[in-house]
């Protein structure tokens, strides 16, 4: 592991780099989260039988649809299930013991060493809003998103202390054709920050493209030998894999890059009205893709997903942050860690068109139950907005903000004898004011978490400077970072092998809409 | 108990109050919670050994001040602790086993048996917000509170679902005298709410007030022997009981009215700076605080209090909704678990000074925090802005909405063969959708948490509607609940008593303004 990175230090320092990172601003990361407090499960040991219980009937007697998707069905068939058209019934038992060889925990390696992330097991990994095709700002409100826009996530990502991973297609870049997007949006990640980002899915060939760039930008043996992509390939719920989504994860597994196997769900439509059939249905989906992945390539890393949201029966809409929604990632979490995966959901999820007190709430609830719920990989940790319509720039500084809560809270509480702070408790006595005393001298500066956004400021204070509202201030904090954001330093050979690669890429075909 | 509601319903059914019920609105009311899921437990049993060994350290080895009460040093004296002035040295042990004459779950009564609360073990009850001197609202901006307000918050509580409780000071009426507003508080409760409220602390005349108020809307013997109040007892941290606290303290303890011993800390100024610190200082003045209210009359409710917020450093602002406030919240509660006591803590706890997103981000963490660190009675459930200074009326509504999620998830998820949904998963299949099927058509109305308040509008119609936020929606709710209001019915002859109680108290003395 070590010579791997010196290997990669020397790949990534050349001349002009190192004479970049001398002048450049150290910006601050935090490490992955390693959790020093217990998991919380909602559901007791019998209702997660029957749900197990229940998944494996539906396997075998409902089964699943692997769609245009001839080479699976003979893959599922030579595994040992029936197979009837494009319906594969898998016999109980038989996906679980499957979804054995994938590893419990595996390392996702960055361009930078130190930006690595371990998922799986206690620890979770926080990475940005995926997918809107709009955007929303204070000053511009909502409109389509650009790969200018695009950009400028990924920088707000890189500046973001709480944000581990620089995701995958923050923002849809609706003004670059369809079938070259992925170029982009995978250059910017890998030029614009040195976090670990995710690949294309969209089609088999982009999750090919996705991996020739990777070649380039880690090395091509590093590729084979490492993960360095993380990817999500959505089920079509109910029980439904499609072609391109499989196709894509097959690419990724036979490179021993990791995907999350996901459910996409809106209960009551996508799955039954109720928590528990929903679970059902999320485990045997869970299980059947993942088993699927594992046959192409057994020990290929892979997460089990689960994208749940309650639907309001008034206007069909779907809603975040709600109880239900809670219930599901919790006991989904249960379910993961019987199977010994790692385990995906959360997010800074809501319904609001705007980042207000709405949006707030539904997203605390959510962060709060992934972290307690056992979540590895949080997508959709910061910047989400209604209903992951549009990627809020306000909304992702106020999100990333609060993510600092969640690695506090993980971190557990000190429990030695400066924390037990009896000495404090004797020097002061009754009556007598801490503010002053020795150990709060000594431990004031790390004592409390501290937000890098919000108004702690007195009221007079505030209101003189205008009485400004969290949108207010996030805007602000969202022209600081943009203004303070420096590119991190890449060897110029690899980055004109990577705008050859794109160029070369794009005068390969014509632009296209889908 | 069937024959005291029975009593009860006659007392309060004269002619004209049946009248007035058969004409009356139904009111929506949410029976207090009772907990289906487990609580969670952040410290180890191991560290909270610690916290107890060190807070009867502190209780033998730095001792309590009693101030002003000669009567309480005389109690402790003969109860075997060791006085030297005002301090109170507490053998090891001994505060405890005093505590063990405390009922671990009583009930309060509301003059509405059906509003009636248990509090303890499992249940979780919800008061408002308690002692603002300020009030905001959204066209009025914020000023101070006057009676008016106050009356006004206590017909919204009335028509909060979610609220249990009717609470106390639900802002400071400061248009009335110091010495004579409790009367007017109390009347406000009693007359426009029928549910269960708190009796006046700042003075033990006018806890004794509060007791013969009670003793006119519940008859005396009925509040000889039942509790129909629960006030709160603040304690002067760090380790002193002041002899106004504790003076209202010993007047409910003797009439049998529950008291929620509570100190009120911001840590780093009235504790140490630590969680580990700040939890044996709180644990130490609970056991001093409960052990001396069952000192007074053995068997009286008292509720375990902790109320805890941590401080900005910079700024000196106490700030809320910090990991800080949610570990002392968790780890207070396995504290008072292992005393097998009820337990006060939580809210819709703010530091911001608008209803907007980090009012919301920081209120969220701490009603999480309550539901799953296994809280008894929260109050500030809602309404609390900018640290408590202000009561907010768009604040109020929202987080009164809520607190709907806190019950739903409270209640757990339904296991039986309906909520397993295999028969809706074997209709529909692979592929299919779940909307128009029978299993959905005959569950969605009862599937899901809905919002009373926040938007789940498509896009289009929201912004046709005029692209409102949340405090907007909520001030509309506001002035909706207001005109729906309607009285209780209340007997007219107690009306009328009370009205005479407080003429010839308010004729009694001067105006004062302390």
New interface residues.
Partial sequence: MADQHALRRARGGGGAARRAERTAVKIEAAKYIERK??N????DE??LE?IEK?AE??LE?????FVDNPQALEIWRKAGAKVDGE?VYIPRGLARELCKTAPAKFTQHARNPDRNVEIGGDTLVLAPVYGPPFVRDADGG?RYATMDDFTKFVKLGYMSKYLHHSGGTVCEPTDVPVNKRHLDMLHAHMVYSDKPFMGAVTEPSRAQDSVEMCEILFGKDFVQQNTVMTSLINV?S???FDSIMMGAMEIYARNNQACILSPFIV????????????L??VLAECLAGIAYNQLIRPGAPVIMGCFVT??????G?P?FG???A??ILN?AGQLARRLNLPFRSGGGLC???????????E???TH?AAL?GGVNFMLHACGWL?GG?VASFEKFV?DAD?LG?LH??AA????DE?????D???E????????GCE??QS???E????TDL??????ET??EEG?R???TLAKMRVTKLLNDYQQPALDPAIAAALDEYIKAKKASMPDALV
Same sequence: chains 1, 2.
């Fill in positions: 407090i217990p919380y499960g909602m559901l019998a209702t029957i229940n009937t539906v007697e409902v089964g699943v649809n319906r909502r079509n109910p029980l439904t209960g009551g439509a996508m799955s039954p009205v109720s928590v528990m059939g929903t059902t249905q309650s639907i309001d029966m008034n206007s809409a809603t709600t109880p239900e809670t219930q006991g319904g609001s068109k705007l980042p207000d007190a709405q949006a707030a709430y997203t605390a609830h709060n307690l209604e319509l106020m609060q809560i506090r809270l557990g509480i000190a429990t400066n924390a037990q702070a009896m404090a408790i004797f002061v006595g009754p009556g007598g004011h801490y503010l150990h709060t431990n004031f500066k004592a409390f978490w501290r919000l108004d702690y400021k007195p009221f505030w209101d009485a509202d969290t949108q």
